[in-house]
């Protein structure tokens, strides 16, 4: 079945450090795929996404580019700050199917000191 | 100014006790989704539903229950069967495939 692989935590990176948390997944078709941040205590917020293979999201710095050669969806942002301590998950929607279910990984803690 | 609410931020319950958690949305979305957060576990669904009166059984729905009587409601039961039922409680609702958060309900039970 449909699965996501998220590197595992925690992350621990000093201020202005280059961040890359890795994603990969294992699907059929061309699912579309997400990015969430959880900050301590919170829900979740969507992040990025990208819905076809070679789209880039973006937002707040972070990146991730739709790689369907590698099946890979990886974080990344130039310089991180205290501020995106969170915890980040990937995820992907199947093609097709109609319950609009959403797989999830595990997640990964990044802490970020100043 | 829309969201989605969930109600109290933090429960506290003793064992053996049926307890109610509160999700509502302003959206207009039809889909809305109950999901467990342990540590270590990432998020694990319990039930979710994609249209009034109407709702499926996730990963781990032994010891809860929901209801979908309004669109905009959809609460979630934990049951006295649920052997572990401390955790963090998510509430989400979907426009096609993007889920939006609400805040979580932490439930402690002793």
Known sequence: GDSVTQMEGPVTLSEEAFLTINCTYTATGYPSLFWYVQYPGEGLQLLLKATKADDKGSNKGFEATYRKETTSFHLEKGSVQVSDSAVYFCALSPRGGNNRKLIWGLGTSLAVNP | ?110
Not at chain 2, 36 to 49: N, T
Not at chain 2, 51 to 59: A, L
Not at chain 2, 84 to 104: D, I, K, R, V, W
């Open chain 2, 1 to 110: 100014d829309g969201g989605i609410t969930q109600s109290p931020k933090y429960l506290f319950r003793k064992e053996g006790q049926n307890v109610t958690l509160s999700c509502e949305q302003n959206l207009n979305h039809d889909a809305m989704y109950w999901y467990r957060q342990d540590p270590g576990q990432g998020l694990r669904l319990i039930y979710y539903s994609q249209i009034v009166n109407d709702f499926q059984k996730g990963d781990i729905a032994e010891g809860y229950s929901v209801s979908r009587e309004k669109k905009e409601s959809f609460p979630l039961t934990v049951t006295s069967a649920q052997k572990n039922p401390t955790a963090f409680y998510l509430c989400a609702s979907a426009e096609g495939y993007e889920q939006y958060f609400g805040p979580g309900t932490r439930l402690t039970v002793t």
